[in-house]
């Protein structure tokens, strides 16, 4: 059973920064393609970054590259999602997921978790 749990989110002013982690269990990490997608109110789910098995390739939605940075420690089985400049828009449900290839697409990923929630004020 594989488990995604992720954590690291909260309330933060626009302009802050978090950091969100996502800790892996019940497969292999290392040859895992690990994404991070994000849901604001009454929106679709969107993809926000994605990094392969080894962390050579990283993916970023065009709209946040520059500001959002992808990570892992595959010692640890550890994703991170490193958000900077934060701004209201930000504001959603963050989730982390896995699979086996490399994809921007919510059906390119097999497992996911519960979601941690970040909140921008302004």
């Known amino acids: 059973q594989v488990q995604l749990v992720e954590s690291g989110g909260g309330l933060v002013q626009a302009g802050g920064s978090l950091r969100l982690s996502c800790a892996c269990n019940?497969?292999?990490?290392?040859?895992?393609?690990m994404g991070w997608f994000r849901q604001a109110p009454g929106k679709e789910r969107d993809f926000v970054a994605t990094?392969?098995?080894?962390?050579?390739?990283?993916l970023y939605s065009d709209s946040l590259k520059g500001r959002f940075t992808i990570s892992r420690d595959n010692a640890k089985n550890t994703v991170f999602l490193q958000m900077n400049s934060l701004d209201p828009e930000d504001t959603a449900v963050y989730y982390c997921?896995?699979?086996?290839?490399?994809?921007?697409?919510?059906?390119?990923?097999?497992?996911w978790g519960q979601g941690t929630q970040v909140t921008v004020s302004s």
């Open positions: 997921a896995a699979s086996n290839r490399l994809g921007t697409q919510q059906t390119d990923y097999t497992y």
């Open positions: 019940g497969r292999a990490f290392s040859s895992s393609a």
């Open positions: 990094i392969s098995g080894s962390g050579l390739t990283k």
